[in-house]
């Protein structure tokens, strides 16, 4: 069971993407609303997968992807968006994360595929 950690400022995606992957085996050690908490959470609670919201309040998904690629040990990072995988192309090769998963798109077969 992979430990996972869902960054997104919509509580109702945070909720359903929770439900969602738990129901698929990820075990979800917590969830943040901005980058400075998927940070310190990232930290506290070492998740092996951080899913990491593009657009957020504080920092964009590049940037705190980038910051959680420097923790020791460093989770897996996959960036999503409601918007489409082409909106971001040249920034997501450019990042560390694994890959971009639409919200649409969300699974745990998807995440897996990634890691």
């Known amino acids: 069971m992979r430990r996972l950690l869902i960054v997104d400022d919509h509580a109702g995606f945070r909720a359903s993407a929770a439900q969602l992957l738990a129901s698929e085996g990820f075990e979800i050690v917590g969830e943040a609303d901005s980058g400075v908490r998927a940070l310190r959470c ?5 998740p092996e997968v951080v899913l990491l919201d593009v657009g957020l309040p504080d920092f964009d998904g590049f940037e ?5 690629a420097q923790l020791d040990p460093a989770p897996a990072v996959v960036l999503t968006s409601s918007r489409e995988h082409t909106d971001f192309a040249s920034l997501i090769r450019g990042s560390s994360a694994r890959g971009f998963i639409p919200k649409s798109e969300l699974s ?4 897996e595929a990634l890691l």
């Open 64 to 68: 705190v992807a980038e910051r959680l």
């Open 42 to 46: 990232a930290r506290d609670l070492a």
């Open 108 to 111: 745990g077969s998807r995440i």
